[in-house]
């Protein structure tokens, strides 16, 4: 079991730039492949993208591609997720999570973080 947390996620202009950190438990840290989801309030969870154990390939969705980047710091046991030329309509409450499996959905992530709160002001 990992236990996730992120940080730092806040208020920020459109056309500003984030960087959410997730810290990780354990010391298997390289055997997760991490995803980044986000919500907003009366919707479902969607997919940000994702990166493999060793940060050799990423994903993303079609929404973000460009402008956001994910990587990982294995000694650090920590994934990143660095977001620019940020929209209002990336408002929203960030997840990191970890998992063993090979699909993209929030299925296939077996643990969570609690979420980062980003505001994107127009």
């Known amino acids: 079991q990992v236990q996730l947390v992120e940080s730092g996620g806040g208020l920020v202009e459109a056309g500003g730039s984030l960087r959410l950190s997730c810290a990780a438990s354990?010391?298997?840290?390289?055997?997760?492949?991490m995803g980044w989801f986000r919500q907003t309030p009366g919707k479902d969870r969607e997919v940000v993208g994702g990166?493999?154990?060793?940060?050799?390939?990423?994903y993303y969705a079609d929404s973000v591609k460009g402008r956001f980047t994910i990587s990982r710091d294995n000694a650090k046991n920590t994934v990143y997720l660095q977001m620019n030329s940020l929209k209002p309509e990336g408002t929203a409450v960030y997840y990191c999570?970890?998992?063993?499996?090979?699909?993209?959905?929030?299925?296939?992530?077996?643990?969570w973080g609690q979420g980062t709160q980003v505001t994107v002001s127009s």
């Open positions: 999570a970890a998992g063993l499996q090979i699909g993209v959905g929030e299925g296939d992530f077996a643990y």
């Open positions: 354990g010391r298997t840290f390289s055997n997760y492949r």
């Open positions: 990166i493999s154990r060793f940060g050799s390939t990423t």
